[in-house]
């Protein structure tokens, strides 16, 4: 099986491209929440997962942390969720933010972080968009307008270029940086850390760097079944968890690596950004709203420059 990477939305737009020409490439899909939920799913690029699963230590209840194979889908078929982890609030480089000055979502408005904050871009579908329709949804439109028009962040679709702008510090504050990304620039002596709560903003969890599902009609169904129940395995999500820093949903893998603040604490129940419902309507909603309202305020903002 050859391994291809990318932005799940720009892969998935050419697979359905070439699907509807004949052609069937892929045998597995490790794509994103929307690309997972609002494409593959409704338009029926995947075939039911849960058969295909039959190794011991995936199917055994006590290596899971709910007791039982996790699938977000209403048949509980299709998509297999393999990760939970808190959402941090943002990323900050401690030579340059006074933790102190940064406790609640609203001190992320302060005149302060003017041109100081980054983002991948939020008008367009992807890890900005999301970030602003989690805002939309917590706090409400006012408080997205002045966070990503009047504060002027920096905006980009590279994601390497807004880590390097943090730690850099000329962009302290970053919304959307990658926790794997920063890991390695603390490695290297950067001054980097993770606000998981701010005030007035809930604790997340997130489903992870992907969502496992099985194409229909692949080329190597033998291969993607032998893949699909490794991935699930112990071997390959210690790998996944400590190379993406994510926790996984199987009780046999060491956590140790991992920042204890990105583990879920069992006595706590935390908005689930891995939610059908969610994905389906609520995310959705929002981030169309965000989307329209900063398209609308930024078209403004150069017209009035």
């Not at 699963?53 to 899971?64: A, F, H, N, Q, Y």
């Amino acid at each position: 099986m050859a391994y291809i990477a990318g932005g799940s939305g720009e892969l998935v737009s050419r697979i359905r491209v070439e699907r509807s020409s004949g052609l069937y490439s892929v045998d597995v899909y490790m794509a994103g929440n929307d690309s997972t939920v609002n494409v593959l799913y409704p338009e029926k690029m995947i075939d039911p997962i849960r058969p295909l699963m039959i190794l011991p230590e995936t199917v055994d209840g006590s290596k899971w942390k709910s007791g039982k194979l996790s699938f977000i889908d209403p048949e509980q078929q299709y998509i297999l969720r393999l990760f939970s982890t808190v959402t941090g609030a943002v990323f900050v480089n401690l030579d340059h933010v006074n933790l102190e000055e940064l406790r609640s979502a609203e001190d992320l408005l302060h005149p302060r972080w003017k041109g100081k904050i980054s983002t991948e871009d939020p008008t367009i579908s992807g890890s900005g968009s999301n970030g602003a329709g989690r805002f939309y949804a917590d706090i409400g439109p006012e408080f997205v307008k002045r966070l990503y028009v009047d504060q002027s962040p920096l905006i980009s679709r590279d994601r390497r270029l807004l880590s390097d702008a943090l730690a850099r510090g000329t962009h302290p504050i970053c919304l959307t940086c990658r926790a794997d990304d920063v890991a390695e620039l603390q490695k290297a002596g950067f001054r980097l850390t993770e606000i998981f709560e701010l005030e007035g903003m809930p604790s997340r969890v997130r489903p992870g760097p992907f969502l496992l599902t099985v194409a229909n009609k692949a080329p190597n169904p033998k291969a993607a079944q032998v893949f699909v129940n490794w991935m699930a395995g112990k071997e390959a999500l210690e790998i996944y968890s400590r190379r993406y820093q994510q926790a996984t949903l199987r009780t046999d893998v060491d956590e140790a690596p991992l920042d204890p603040h990105l583990v879920p604490k069992a006595d706590k129940t935390y908005p689930d950004d891995g939610d059908f419902n969610w994905i389906t309507v609520g995310r959705r909603e929002n981030t169309e709203k965000a989307r329209a309202l900063l398209k609308g305020a930024m078209t403004s903002e150069k017209t009035a420059r």
